[in-house]
């Protein structure tokens, strides 16, 4: 036992475990980060991957990091640089007509034009005020405030409205419909449900080195945002423990320890846990302290489709036939907007969808260290596939590898002569590597994107906060979580 | 002619707006397509000595203010509650639990209280809208909160048997096409197919009759076989209706209970509307998913699992749904869809002859188009035979004793009752499509029943109060008309 | 078709009631009165009056934790009782509404019973099952008896069970032959008998005996309400609505009078901060209420000053004052005694006076 408490403890040295712990720190407070891994980072790893090849193990581009984040904790000055900072998204289409949509709204004009005249005007329009909807809501998601008045009530509004029926009204053709629909999945939402509208919008409120809505990749992959961060909450004198599980929060009313695994406990008066709610009010906090009907309500809520990652090492470019596409970007193969549903239908009855949609990025075109040259690694999130399958992940995994290529071949002729490496992350693989359960406790409801951040970040127990995926409105690598549950720590415990 | 309004269906709708208007003192006339009166109500012949309401054995309830005050017990029209059972694939019977009953009371509370608030919209007249004014925010209609929720986690939260919970699901879902798991789908629980109001004695077509008797009672007039093409319009305002025929009517107000995609779509010339409610007008998403099939029996059958007056839904269990789901949403038939059977000759003796019986089944997820073309005859003996097969999951012995079926398909209710693509409940229901954006969507718009087009009022079951009651969005849109009227704001 | 769930003791209840008035509880089926009600629920204050209580909910908790998770439902510490105790507390919902409310008894190191007079079994049982421990509905297993009177420890005396027993403790012992349970749980400073089901008749018949000397009446659950009644104890269900739904905030502790079932400083209860919270704002008082009526009146609306000040909860004619009392929640600002209330009924308006609660102490002496 320690003989002063620390004032916080922090479960979990991701993206938002460090973040929370670097503000906590820099605010004179004494941290100590536990991690149950053996590296610090979360998702957010680069490793190796086969002889040569470096692979983005689960996130493979940043898309929703906060500004603040990067700014009030240095990360450029710890090492944080962005190989590519505005990856244009491309919804490839077996056709080869690929829709390229990069920040310059006439190249991606040009591009819809090819399937729909209508929609190529509209979507100027559509972009726009997108992303002015997105601006006013910053104010309710990236601080603890509560928004204009004419922004909730417009934000409520479209919290009914489902992505697909607001795609349809701005939209005629299915290939652009089905590309962006594509964003409303998160979560384990289909784009057919009420409040995936509204996961477009936040995704377009978020801001990459200073533009809005972009995708970036940085410079050695997610792993180095990691290092960074380390860096950062290190130099602002917070303790970081690897290999050391937490097992129990103690609390009786108020947080009083946390014990590891190893059985050492760790006196402390605040934990800020990165894990999901349920984890931490039911595993951890071993349901003391929750409410009956909130525990129950905790474990009732199961996610009920999740994502899993191929990697694939390829010796050469994969050959995209037809329009040409620029090769850091950000690829989303998903032909049918009905086509989303169906596989959500069939990922919830436990089995893989024959056509999966998928999101997909070359990290050796964006950064020479990832790839011998010439050759490239292709990092593939597929969503959304069953989280317990009916066979059983051993036996699907192979399948899923399989499929993901099929379905590249439709894109890209010849792919599969390239391959030379492949590797399955599956949604158990993912669940035991990072302790990411249901990031989000369940479906992204609109009730809960549009909810004060207090509702999220804080428990029923005092001196206990959630800073991780659950705590944010849409699970995300953002660190924004972990900023506001330090800053709402600190002032508790000011007070 | 000249009159003060004009209401375009005779439906239960229709008779209750003309009821509630002439007797407000104006100059009312009904205008109905068929020869008969009624719309949903009807009982008819579909075999000689077999008589059945062919589109639904069941309304939802009529709010009791309003059927006091439309005098239909004096009327004759008594309501027989019809309880209801499930039955699943092994034949085992389950009813209501305490904490179903106690949810269905809870939602009933929620309509009723969601009913006054469009009552009470309804009989604001539309403040002059400045160009400084700002909306007024909206307050929360009661039972928005569940909005939120998916029907299956409501369910499963507030109903502690599987089974009962179950069974409060394919009541509320019964002959729709909905995914009890998407968040927004709880609404079906608060506006339900059917909520247990029961049957008139007599059948549905009492209920018209008694509705034509106060309507006329009252002063209305109605037509029958005249059918409605277009609008009138002097400015930007309604001046009446154009029949088929040539016939003007005008009229200071309308009053359609056509569902709103027909009603905007058909009845104006496509650069008449502004384009923002034309968009709203065709993104309006339809349900349905119904089809019934009506079947003559030489004699009744076996024990049923209850009394013979009970609703038996069958239901094979959460795979079976999602199969029925996905096989309408491909186009295709599914091979077990959602039934509920009813022996309707067992709680009304004179719909079938003595000793002979008459059963209908309520299929759901039914697809409106089929991904092969139009319902044929085969299509029509498909849907007969998975009739058939759930009546006999419910009444072993059923299929030996047909004499005669007939099978009214997604297009017949279309054809018959002009409701687009068969959609009973006038438009999918979910979030963005209830409460205050049934079914306009616009932010500061007039609210329901009123429309966009200044003397149009949207009664029917495509109104805010429509999927909540029977009658209802007719009483709701006459309140309007006369608090209009009554502003001076129609001339 | 379901069958009449009977109580272990029917068999003699039936031959003692040739009016055959029965009502259930619980899904049981009870004698509403054996003759006159009224001449029982004195019989309950003056001599001794015997009850089938069979009706009570009881559920059996098992297991290492259950003592940990008793603590946490109920609003007292329940892990601190020892062996042979009870305590009466309540559980409420997230919100802090009151769920139910009931007697604890500790029966051994992981073994409680729990006693309520209406059952909860989805709340608790699904509760308990997230932490191991077994929940088993026992109230088929066994039935019981209420024996409450000024002469009820001497019946027991004839009867050759020894009646010194503490208030909220239990002791099992063998009488005769027959396994029972005498525990004294009850509010009315009575004592119950729990016995085997199939042993029921013979408890029943050797207790009738036994009080033939001292008066001994049956009574029937009416009189048990009148005895509820002018103690001024509220009962879910029979009484008011207990929350139903995992975060309903009402009704609260406080507007039923059952604040001093709960241990303020008694930390880790469901619903406490909610409970807390919910104090400051609390409204609502439960308060007595005595009539200028000898009818049974139903549950009304009452008026003060020509304003709605409440509704009564529970309202009847008490043999013992001669009067009819009601038991009225009404807004704090009516809730001194001696405020002068207006009953809605059917028949007119009754003036009443408000008074405190209990209208009558244990055993008390009839008024003249």
Redesign the interface.
């Known amino acids: 036992m320690s003989s002063a408490p620390y004032d916080a403890i922090v479960i979990g040295a991701g993206v938002s475990g460090l973040a929370a712990a670097a503000y906590a720190a820099r605010a004179g407070k004494r941290v100590m980060v536990v991690e149950a891994r053996n590296k610090v980072g979360g998702l957010c790893e680069t490793a190796r991957f086969g002889e040569h090849f470096r692979a983005p193990v689960a996130a493979h581009a940043l898309y929703a990091l906060d500004p603040r984040v990067v700014k009030d904790l240095a990360l450029t000055r710890h090492g944080l640089a962005f190989a590519v900072r505005d990856m244009p998204s491309v919804g490839l289409r077996s056709d080869g007509k690929h829709i390229v949509l990069p920040r310059n709204l006439a190249a991606g004009t040009r591009s819809i034009s090819i399937h729909s005249r209508a929609d190529a005007d509209a979507y100027g329009a559509f972009w726009r005020d997108l992303f002015a909807l997105a601006r006013a809501a910053r104010t309710l998601w990236w601080e603890q405030s509560a928004g204009g008045e004419r922004t909730r009530e417009m934000l409520a509004r479209l919290g009914y409205r489902s992505a697909s029926a607001w795609l349809d009204s701005w939209f005629e053709s299915d290939a652009l419909k089905a590309m962006l629909a594509f964003d409303a999945t998160a979560g384990g939402a289909t784009p057919q449900e009420p409040g995936s509208a509204l996961q477009l919008v936040w995704r377009a409120a978020q801001e990459m080195c200073g533009l809005q809505g972009a995708a970036a990749f940085p410079k050695g992959g997610p792993g180095a945002l990691a290092e960074a961060l380390l860096a950062s909450a290190q130099a602002a004198g917070a303790e970081i423990r690897t290999g050391a599980p937490a097992k129990r929060i103690h609390a009786?009313?108020a947080v009083a320890a946390v014990e590891l695994a190893s059985g050492e406990t760790l006196a402390c008066r605040a934990v800020l846990s990165s894990l999901s709610r349920r984890k931490t009010l039911l595993d951890l906090a071993g349901?003391?302290?929750t409410?009956?009907?909130?525990?129950?309500?905790l474990?009732r809520a199961r996610p009920r489709v999740g994502a899993a990652k191929v990697l694939l090492a390829l010796s050469a470019a994969p050959p995209f036939a037809g329009v040409s596409v620029p090769l850091a970007g950000r690829f989303v193969v998903c032909d049918q907007p009905g086509g989303l549903a169906a596989a959500h239908a069939c990922a919830r009855a436990g089995e893989l969808p024959e056509d999966p949609a998928m999101e997909m990025v070359l990290p050796s075109a964006a950064d020479p260290g990832f790839a011998p040259p010439g050759q490239h690694v292709l990092s593939v999130l597929v969503r959304p596939v069953p989280l317990v399958p009916v066979q059983g992940w051993p036996a699907l995994k192979p399948k899923l590898v399989e499929r993901v290529i099929l379905a590249l071949e439709r894109h890209a002729a010849g792919l599969a002569r390239h391959i030379t490496a492949a590797e399955a992350l599956t949604p158990s693989d993912i669940e035991y590597a990072y302790g990411a359960d249901d990031e989000l406790g369940g479906a992204a409801t609109a009730a809960r994107m549009l909810a004060p951040w207090a509702s999220r970040v804080k428990c029923?127990i005092a001196g206990l906060y959630l800073c991780g995926a659950s705590a944010e409105p849409l699970g995300a690598i953002s660190g924004r979580a972990g900023r506001i549950a330090a800053v709402t720590l600190v002032a508790e415990q000011e007070r | 002619m000249r009159y003060d309004a004009c209401v375009i269906g005779a439906g239960a709708d229709g008779l209750t707006a003309a009821v509630a208007l002439a007797r407000a003192g104006l100059k009312t006339i009904v205008i109905e397509r068929n020869s008969q009166v009624g719309g949903r109500c009807s009982t008819r012949e579909f075999h000689p000595g077999f008589r059945a309401s062919p589109f639904c054995d069941e309304l939802p309830s009529i709010p009791p203010p309003l059927y006091w005050s439309l005098g239909l017990a004096q009327r004759g029209v008594l309501f027989v509650p019809a309880p209801a059972m499930l039955v699943d694939r092994d034949g085992i019977a389950i009813r209501l639990s305490g904490?179903a009953r106690?949810l269905l009371a809870e939602a009933a509370q929620l309509r009723q209280a969601a009913l006054a608030r469009a009552a009470a919209e309804a009989a604001k007249p539309p403040a002059r809208r400045s160009f400084f004014s700002r909306p007024a925010p909206a307050r929360p209609w009661p039972g928005e909160a569940w909005s939120e929720r998916a029907l299956s986690d409501l369910l499963g939260?507030?109903v502690?048997d599987s089974r009962a919970a179950a069974l409060v699901s394919a009541v509320a879902l019964c002959g729709r096409a909905a995914d009890s798991s998407l968040a927004g789908s709880a609404l079906n629980l608060l506006a339900p197919a059917m909520d247990g109001s029961g049957v008139p004695m007599g059948g549905l077509a009492a209920l018209a009759a008694a509705l034509e008797g106060a309507a006329r009672g009252a002063g209305a007039e109605i037509s029958c076989g005249l059918e409605v093409t277009d609008m009138r319009r002097n400015g930007g305002r309604i001046a009446g209706v154009g029949l088929a025929d040539g016939t003007q009517i005008e009229a200071r107000a309308v009053v359609s209970t056509l569902d709103m995609k027909r009603t905007f779509l058909s009845l104006f010339q496509w650069n008449e509307l502004a384009p923002a409610v034309a968009k709203q007008a065709a993104g309006f998403r339809m349900g349905g998913g119904t089809a019934r099939v009506l079947i003559a029996l030489q004699s009744p059958p076996a024990q049923a699992p209850g009394p013979e007056r009970f609703v038996y839904f069958v239901s094979g269990g959460q795979a079976e749904s999602s199969a029925a789901l996905s096989a309408c949403q491909a186009g295709t038939i599914p091979e077990a869809p959602p039934a509920a059977v009813r022996l309707v000759s067992a709680g009304d003796p004179r719909l079938a002859p003595i000793g002979a019986a008459t059963l209908t089944v309520t299929l759901g997820c039914i697809p409106f188009r089929l991904f092969d073309g139009a319902w044929t005859k085969e299509k029509r003996d498909v849907l007969q035979a998975r009739a058939l097969v759930a009546a006999d999951a419910v009444m072993p012995g059923v299929g030996t004793r047909v004499l005669a079926a007939q099978v009214i398909a997604p297009p017949d209710f279309e054809d018959a009752l002009g409701r687009s693509e068969g959609d009973l409940a006038g438009g999918d229901i979910t979030p963005d499509q209830m409460f205050a954006m049934r079914p306009f969507v616009e932010p500061g718009g007039p609210p329901p029943p009123r429309t966009p087009v200044d003397g149009l009022y949207l009664a029917g079951p495509s109104s805010a109060a429509g999927p909540l009651g029977a009658c209802v969005s007719g009483a709701v849109a006459a309140t309007a008309v006369i608090a209009d009227i009554g502003a001076g704001r129609l001339k | 078709m379901m069958d009449v769930r009977a109580t272990p003791f029917h068999a003699r209840t039936a031959v003692l009631n040739p009016g055959n008035a029965w009502t259930s509880r619980n899904g049981f089926t009870l004698a509403t009165a054996y003759g006159d009600r009224d001449a029982e629920a004195l019989a309950a204050r003056t001599t001794a009056a015997m009850a089938d209580i069979s009706w009570r909910w009881r559920l059996r908790l098992e297991g290492e934790r259950a003592g940990e998770f008793l603590s946490?439902?109920c609003t007292k510490n329940v892990a601190a009782l020892s062996p042979g105790v009870a305590l009466k507390a309540l559980w409420l919902?997230?919100?802090g509404g009151v769920r139910g409310a009931g007697a604890v008894a500790r029966l051994g190191p992981a073994a409680f019973t729990l006693y309520a007079s209406a059952p909860d079994r989805?709340?608790i049982g699904?509760?308990a099952a997230?932490?191991g421990v077994a929940v088993r509905d026992v109230s088929d297993e066994d039935g019981g008896i209420a024996l409450i009177g000024p002469y009820a420890a001497q019946i027991l005396k004839a009867a050759g069970l020894d009646p010194a027993l503490e208030p909220l403790s239990f002791r099992r012992m063998s009488w005769r032959g027959l396994d029972i349970l005498l525990s004294r749980f009850g509010e009315h400073g009575g004592y119950e008998l729990w016995c085997q089901a199939e042993e029921a008749t013979v408890v029943w018949d050797r207790m009738m005996r036994a009080g033939v000397p001292f008066a001994l009446q049956p009574a029937g659950l009416a009189a048990m309400d009148v005895l509820d009644l002018e103690k001024g104890i509220v009962r879910p269900v029979r009484d008011y609505e207990p929350a139903?739904?995992?975060?309903a905030a009402g009704p609260t502790p406080a507007s039923l009078g059952l604040e001093r079932l709960i241990d303020a400083g008694h930390?880790?209860f469901?619903?406490r901060?909610a409970w807390l919270a919910a104090r400051e704002r609390e409204t609502q008082r439960l308060i007595g209420l005595a009539l200028e009526s000898q009818d049974d009146l139903p549950n009304a609306i009452l008026l003060a000053g020509g304003q709605a000040a409440g509704h009564t909860l529970a309202c009847g004619f008490s043999p013992a004052l001669r009067r009819t009392v009601a038991l009225a929640q009404v807004h704090a600002g009516f809730a001194e005694p001696g405020t002068e209330f207006t009953l809605v009924s059917p028949a007119g308006p009754v003036p009443g006076r408000g008074t405190e609660l209990p209208f009558l102490p244990d055993s008390g002496q009839i008024p003249p």
């Open positions: 009786n009313g349901g003391v302290s409410g009956f009907a909130e525990a129950a309500a474990a029923a | 904490d106690r939260e507030r502690a | 946490r439902l919902s997230d919100g989805e709340w699904s509760a997230r932490v139903r739904t995992g975060f930390m880790p469901n619903g901060a």
